[in-house]
């Protein structure tokens, strides 16, 4: 089992900034991809941000690029997740997943581990 504990959460103005992370304990994987998805009140789960084991592949939803800054610390097992010009549609929880198999994609039936989630909430 994989266990992720997400943080840094909280509220903020809009034109401000966040920044999420996310520790893995327990079953690691030589290859795995870390990923970032959201979800506001009403809507689907959707995908953020994704990052191979060894950066080989970084991918963006559009609707955060040039915005949002996904990495990740292999030494210490976490991603982290940099939002910029945080807008009052970024509200949402943000889980942080592990996809096992290594692709980093979008997703969400790719990501077999995920954490409680963070509360993001971005004022006017």
């Known amino acids: 089992q994989v266990q992720l504990v997400e943080s840094g959460g909280g509220l903020v103005q809009a034109g401000g900034s966040l920044r999420l992370s996310c520790a893995a304990s327990?079953?690691?994987?030589?290859?795995?991809?870390m990923g970032w998805f959201r979800q506001a009140p009403g809507k689907e789960r959707e995908f953020v941000a994704a990052?191979?084991?060894?950066?080989?592949?970084?991918n963006y939803a559009d609707s955060v690029k040039g915005r949002f800054t996904i990495s990740r610390d292999n030494a210490k097992n976490t991603v982290y997740l940099q939002m910029n010009s945080l807008k009052p549609e970024d509200t949402a929880v943000y889980y942080c997943?592990?996809?096992?198999?290594?692709?980093?994609?979008?997703?969400?039936?790719?990501?077999?581990?995920w954490g409680q989630g963070t509360q993001v909430t971005v004022s006017s």
């Open positions: 327990g079953r690691t994987f030589s290859s795995y991809a």
């Open positions: 997943a592990v996809d096992p198999f290594g692709g980093a994609g979008s997703s969400r039936h790719d990501y077999r581990y």
């Open positions: 990052i191979k084991w060894n950066y080989g592949r970084i």
